[in-house]
């Protein structure tokens, strides 16, 4: 299940987070997820820095905020 949608500031791509703890990588030009991580909790909560180079997420777990650093990285073609 959905719980949280962020689109990056390019509009290309966004972040979904589900409540089985999977945070998705979506392109939104070809409807395709591109990429797969586990959060390891139920995602709540995303946020993008306006720079797109930072994600953050926020879960279940007490005051857990789990910040995804080099997000830049992530989304380069090669890490694809």
Do not use: C, H
Request: glycine share 6%; hydrophobic share 50%; no cysteine.
């Amino acid at each position: 299940v959905i719980t949280a949608l962020r689109a990056l500031p390019d509009r290309a791509q966004a972040f979904v987070g589900t409540s089985s703890g999977e945070l998705l990588r979506w392109d939104l030009e070809t409807d395709a997820i591109v990429e797969r991580l586990d959060n390891q909790q139920y995602v709540w909560q995303l946020a993008v820095s306006p720079d797109g180079q930072l994600l953050a997420t926020g879960g279940t777990m007490a005051a857990a905020v789990t910040l995804l650093e080099k997000l830049a990285l992530m989304l380069s073609p090669s890490a694809a």
